[in-house]
């Protein structure tokens, strides 16, 4: 199956500060997703995010299909943003069926 | 409702207990999947549904481990003979269709967190 890493694994950020995650893929991609998991274990949808760049408020997305990686940017971070951050393509195999596979994540603490 | 409900939150049992985990998906979602979160095997992909029947069962862990889903809607998770390594937590997710080789946005239900003493 397709190997998805993530880095870095740990990122400690000032309130206030950006950063960059970062998500290598190994294979072609049908689409690709980015996920919040927040302290109660619930993942929150950040993108759907196959190629091209969006922006959701402080969040904005970018994924390169053709170089296989994608990159999450949060800007002016806020404590709420603490948790684990997951990125997750769907591999374009025929026998895929969509499936996520994920990344081990990056843990994310913002500090006040 | 408006999103994926999943039951029971908490379960505690027994090693050698069955147990039968319950997803709501999405209304008007035809695909449905299972996936666990376990400490050292992170998020894995378990089984897929299109309607009621689940062309891929190959994140299946062992033959102690089956699914159903009935009227296209709500999906069971089946564990046999629970073993202390099924500890984890087993999260369902719901997208608009999987048919044509088109996979739309999943969305997650909380989780149903197991415990195996």
């Known amino acids: 199956g397709i190997q998805v890493e993530q880095s870095p694994p740990d990122l400690i950020l000032q309130e206030g500060a950006n950063s960059t995650l970062r998500c290598n893929f190994s294979d072609s991609v049908n689409n690709l997703q980015w996920f919040h998991q927040n302290p109660w274990g619930q993942l929150i949808n950040l993108f759907y995010i196959p190629s091209g760049t969006k922006q959701n408020g402080r969040l904005s997305a970018t994924t390169v299909a053709t170089e296989r990686y994608s990159l999450l940017y949060i800007s002016s971070s806020q404590t709420t943003d603490s948790g684990v951050y997951f990125c997750?393509?769907?591999?374009?195999?025929?026998?895929?069926?969509?499936?996520?596979?994920f990344g081990a994540g990056t843990q994310v603490v913002v500090t006040p | 409702g408006a999103g994926v409900s999943q039951s029971p939150s908490n379960k505690v049992t027994e090693k050698g207990k069955d147990v039968e985990l319950r997803c709501d998906p999405i209304s008007g979602h035809t695909a449905l999947y299972w996936y666990r979160q376990s400490l050292g095997q992170g998020l894995e992909f378990l089984i897929y549904?299109?309607?009621?029947?689940?062309?891929?069962k190959s994140g299946l862990p062992s033959d102690r481990f089956s699914a159903e889903r009935t009227g296209g809607s709500v999906s069971t998770l089946t564990i046999q003979r629970t073993q202390q390594e099924d500890s984890a937590v087993y999260l369902c997710?719901?997208?608009?269709?999987?048919?044509?080789?088109?996979?739309?946005?999943?969305?997650f239900g909380p989780g149903t967190r197991l415990t195996v003493l």
């Open positions: 549904f299109q309607g009621n029947s689940a062309p891929d």
């Open positions: 997710a719901s997208s608009r269709s999987g048919t044509s080789g088109i996979y739309n946005e999943q969305f």
């Open positions: 997750a393509p769907q591999a374009r195999f025929s026998d895929s069926w969509g499936k996520l596979q």
